[in-house]
């Protein structure tokens, strides 16, 4: 037989919904799969985190898209506009800069997040490509952002290393990076990097993570900040199965 790859509409569905279930909203990491994004937007009331404007062409609603930056310009920000993008990830003072230039002239309105670095636990190498503001960064820029006309509401963004549970101590760091100040004025806390899958060398440490997050997100209601989480695997991965056959057998 011709090796084939099967999705299972019913079980990316079951993902999704065991995961919202744990949060207030969900940003689908949509380049993980794009046919799993389809079927979320369909069938869903699913967000979406995309990255490039070539990905946004895969959906049909982009109000629901969370855009990230990445070097963009006046350009790039126009067309973003003219497909109706108005949400917004940022990880760097230049692209902050371009964008608050941009829409000083727009008459529309845009939700704004900016990515925060929290301190990495990965060994060796992982611990040079980390991107995102400071924390002290965040802690000054929000309240001017949260004061910008053009600015109907300001998030924080965060990445967490999927499968390394020792950077899920969420509320602890969190506690420790963004102020009481800050915490009243924006109005969601996105944990980006996505949730853990089941692999055959890896034990299963998912109900430790939702704990995490239902401790976080009783926290941060204090404040009346919603939750979002940022998933791609957990939700593409465990609906798409290998069709194929074996073709001979050595030693058993």
């Known amino acids: 037989?011709?090796?084939?790859?099967?999705?299972?509409?019913?079980?990316?569905?079951?993902?999704?919904?065991?995961?919202?279930?744990?949060?207030?909203?969900?940003?689908?990491?949509?380049?993980?799969?794009?046919?799993?994004?389809?079927?979320?937007?369909?069938?869903?009331?699913?967000?979406?985190?995309?990255?490039?404007?070539?990905?946004?062409?895969?959906?049909?609603?982009?109000?629901?898209v969370y855009y990230f930056s990445q070097a963009w310009n006046d350009e790039v920000l126009s067309e973003l506009f003219s497909l109706g993008v108005r949400r917004f990830v940022v990880d760097n003072q230049q692209d902050l800069n371009v964008l608050l230039s941009f829409i000083e002239s727009r008459e529309e309105k845009i939700v704004l997040f900016l990515r925060m670095r929290l301190k990495e636990r990965t060994v060796r190498t992982g611990?040079?490509?980390?991107?995102?503001?400071?924390?002290?960064?965040?802690?000054?820029?929000?309240?001017?952002l949260v004061a910008n006309p053009k600015i109907e509401s300001v998030?924080?963004?965060?990445?967490?290393?999927?499968?390394?549970?020792?950077?899920?101590?969420?509320?602890?760091?969190?506690?420790?990076s963004l102020s009481e100040e800050v915490l009243k004025k924006i109005y969601a806390l996105n944990i980006g990097g996505g949730l853990p899958v089941r692999y055959k060398n890896s034990r299963d440490r998912l109900a430790h993570i939702f704990e995490e997050?239902?401790?976080?997100?009783?926290?941060?209601?204090?404040?009346?900040?919603?939750?979002i989480t940022e998933p791609g695997r957990f939700v593409a991965a465990p609906g798409v199965s290998l069709h194929t056959e074996i073709l001979s057998i050595d030693r058993n």
Request: hydrophobic residues 35%.
């Open 1 to 64: 037989m011709k090796p084939k790859f099967v999705l299972q509409k019913s079980k990316v569905l079951e993902q999704y919904n065991l995961l919202k279930e744990q949060c207030d909203e969900v940003s689908y990491s949509l380049k993980s799969n794009p046919i799993v994004g389809k079927i979320l937007e369909e069938d869903s009331s699913c967000s979406f985190s995309v990255h490039s404007v070539e990905s946004l062409k895969v959906l049909n609603d982009v109000s629901r």
């Open 127 to 144: 611990k040079h490509f980390v991107f995102g503001f400071y924390s002290s960064e965040v802690n000054e820029l929000v309240p001017k």
């Open 155 to 176: 998030g924080v963004h965060f990445h967490r290393k999927t499968q390394n549970i020792h950077e899920w101590s969420l509320q602890y760091e969190l506690k420790d």
């Open 213 to 227: 997050i239902e401790k976080l997100r009783a926290w941060l209601k204090e404040f009346n900040v919603k939750v």
